[in-house]
């Protein structure tokens, strides 16, 4: 069973930024981030494989945040810029094997998750 741990959440004004972390226990995995709202459903913020060499966002945050990975240290990042109030939400890390770069935004693509780390914009 793999276990992901995220970290680095918090509040932050509009304008803002935070970096998410997310430690994986082991394993070779596609890495994703997803958030969750209050009262909305969960959706893709963004995706890696596990060489980095593919990588898919979300339109709402391309150019925004970006999603790298340390290999060696068994960690995903969500470097998120220009944060704005509807970014606010708990952020989920989620780990699997994506396979197809169509695939990387579903979340039945992902067999490990974190438990969420919330991330509050303020205007």
């Known amino acids: 069973q793999v276990q992901l741990v995220e970290s680095g959440g918090g509040l932050v004004q509009a304008g803002g930024s935070l970096r998410l972390s997310c430690a994986a226990s082991?394993?070779?995995?596609?890495m994703a981030w997803f958030r969750q709202a209050p009262g909305k459903e969960r959706e893709f913020v963004a995706a890696i494989n596990w060489s980095a060499s593919i990588t898919n966002y979300a339109d709402s945050v391309k150019g925004r945040f970006t999603i790298s990975r340390d290999n060696a240290k068994a960690t995903v990042y969500l470097q998120m810029n220009t944060l704005k109030p509807e970014d606010t939400a708990v952020y989920y890390c989620?780990?699997?094997?994506?396979?197809?770069?169509?695939?990387?935004?579903?979340?039945?693509?992902?067999?490990?998750w974190g438990q969420g780390t919330q991330v509050t914009v303020s205007s």
């Open positions: 989620a780990a699997g094997q994506f396979g197809i770069y169509r695939d990387s935004d579903q979340a039945r693509s992902y067999a490990y």
């Open positions: 082991f394993g070779s995995y596609d």
